[in-house]
């Protein structure tokens, strides 16, 4: 049933301020031209399809933002060669853009956009505080951005998700990623979640709080944002914070109350995560322009 004028204009205009506040990127019908010649790393039948296109990606993202600030050489790259304080969405709107094209894109587009992203990040080297130097397309501090993204948006899948995902398609979420991971510069990526789990265990001794993490921590738990909106964005960040290790929590110093997340958090991040798929549309963006691109190449009727 159609919402009435003034409700639908309502949950338009919330739509546009959280699209905008979210930073999405605009994007290009053209990355998602697929043909036969042309199919995508991915299809419909493959997991990414499922996890991507499901609304709980942006407590994983939060989450993933969350536990790569551990790492002090990446969190070093991100404090010197990022405007998160000034453009606090644009690395998740980029991060989301990139996953949209690579996941639902043209082969062609997604090797492009993955071209790009090494090209930048060939850019990002420098020292950091305890006299170390690091570079963004180091293969090893790309093991720890990957392994944190994938084990994040994994596990807001798993609470969150609007499906119930097997444990064989768990791990094979983690296969799939891993070609994305290969081609960005990640030797050996983890193809299943046992191999994922061994990886993240691996990276605990390199891990550290740093200044620059907190520093980054508690602008991504407390961004600059309308009032109304941060009782929503509360409930997201406290959900990300949930699914985070009890070690992670405890560095960070990120307190949640006994109890909180089971009795609390999940159910009203359902609720949030239910009002922003009334807002935004039950479709990602992505999504529907496979549709069109694809309604677009099919032949139309003969002319009699």
């Not at 049933?1 to 605009?26: A, F, K, S």
């Not at 933002?65 to 000034?86: C, F, I, K, N, W």
């Not at 307190?255 to 159910?267: C, F, H, N």
């Amino acid at each position: 049933m159609p919402l009435p004028p003034v409700l639908d204009r309502i949950r338009h205009v919330l739509g546009e301020d959280v699209r905008g506040l979210l930073g999405t990127q605009p994007l290009k019908p053209e990355s998602f031209r697929r043909s036969a010649a042309d199919p995508g790393l991915f299809g419909p039948n493959d997991v990414v399809w499922r996890v991507h296109a499901d609304r709980c990606g942006l407590i994983g993202g939060l989450r993933a933002l969350l536990l790569q600030t551990l790492h002090p050489l990446a969190m070093a790259g991100v404090a010197e060669h990022s405007d998160y304080r000034h453009d606090p969405w644009g690395r998740l709107g980029r991060t989301a853009a990139f996953i949209a094209v690579t996941t639902y894109g043209s082969t062609s587009a997604a090797e492009a956009l993955i071209r790009r992203v090494r090209t930048i990040h060939d850019a990002v080297e420098g020292v950091a505080a305890d006299g170390r130097p690091y570079r963004a397309n180091d293969p090893h501090l790309l093991a720890w951005v990957h392994a944190c993204e994938v084990d994040s948006f994994l596990r807001a899948y798993q609470r969150y998700g609007g499906s119930t995902l097997e444990p064989l398609d768990a791990d094979r979420y983690v296969a799939e990623t891993a070609q994305i991971a290969s081609r960005l510069g990640v030797v050996d990526p983890p193809q299943d979640r046992a191999e994922l789990r061994q990886v993240l265990l691996d990276f605990r001794p390199e891990l550290q709080v740093t200044a620059s993490a907190r520093q980054a921590v508690r602008y991504v738990a407390w961004p600059p944002l309308p009032l109304y909106l941060r009782p929503a964005y509360g409930v997201l960040i406290s959900a990300a914070a949930g699914l985070l290790p009890r070690f992670a929590r405890r560095e960070l110093r990120i307190v949640l109350a006994p109890l909180s997340d089971p009795l609390l958090v999940q159910p009203a991040a359902r609720l949030v995560l239910g009002a922003l798929g009334l807002t935004l549309g039950a479709q990602p963006p992505a999504l529907k322009l496979v549709e069109e691109q694809s309604a677009q190449a099919e032949p139309g009727p003969a002319a009699s």
